[in-house]
């Protein structure tokens, strides 16, 4: 059998609006991961990327229990010596909430060049307005909910 592969015209990109207030951290990640590579579309290819625009908005309202805000750390390494730095999730939140939701899509997408191309058509903003009603996005709700 022969492996698909859509016509780059063939490929309609579509704009989703995503309110994660009170959505679960990594089940809002998972179904936004699925959007931007378009797995929910019949003609999804593995080698391309054939996914749609995703608008969030509130990240940072969305829900994690109080151990997991504690437990889980974040490291980023400056590329000097000694330069290792660790923060948790509480702590990253309140710094910048956006990120969060950005690094846990991000795990869930392809390493390398396609899965830096999908990251580009994520948009998040912490409040509850958005700069793309040109676009038209319409709202989707979490499945999860």
Same mark, same amino acid.
């Given at each position: %059998? ?11 990109? =579509? !704009? /989703? ?9 990594? #089940? &809002?990640?998972?179904?936004? &991961?699925? +959007? ?7 003609? !999804? &290819?593995?080698? %391309? ?10 990240? @940072? ?15 980023? /390494? ?7 730095? @660790? =923060?948790?999730? =509480? ?6 909430? @956006? ?14 060049? +396609?899965? #830096?191309? %999908?990251?580009?058509?994520? *948009? ?5 307005? /958005?700069? /793309?009603? $040109?676009? $038209?996005?319409? $709202? *989707? $709700? +979490?499945?999860?909910?």
């Amino acid at each position: %059998m022969r492996t698909y592969t859509p016509v780059p015209g063939d490929i309609k990109r =579509e !704009w /989703h609006l995503i309110d994660v207030d009170g959505a679960i951290l990594g #089940r &809002a990640a998972t179904e936004i &991961a699925t +959007l931007l590579r378009g797995k929910h579309k019949p003609m !999804w &290819a593995p080698h %391309m990327d054939t996914g749609d625009h995703v608008i969030v908005i509130n990240a @940072e309202k969305f829900a994690i229990t109080v151990k997991k805000g504690r437990d889980k750390m974040y490291y980023r /390494h400056s590329g000097f010596p000694g330069g290792l730095r @660790e =923060e948790n999730l =509480e702590t990253l939140i309140g710094r910048d909430p @956006e990120r969060v939701l950005r690094l846990a899509v991000k795990g869930m997408l392809p390493k390398g060049r +396609l899965g #830096r191309q %999908m990251i580009k058509k994520l *948009r998040i903003y912490s409040g509850p307005t /958005h700069p /793309h009603q $040109a676009q $038209a996005p319409k $709202a *989707r $709700a +979490l499945a999860s909910r």
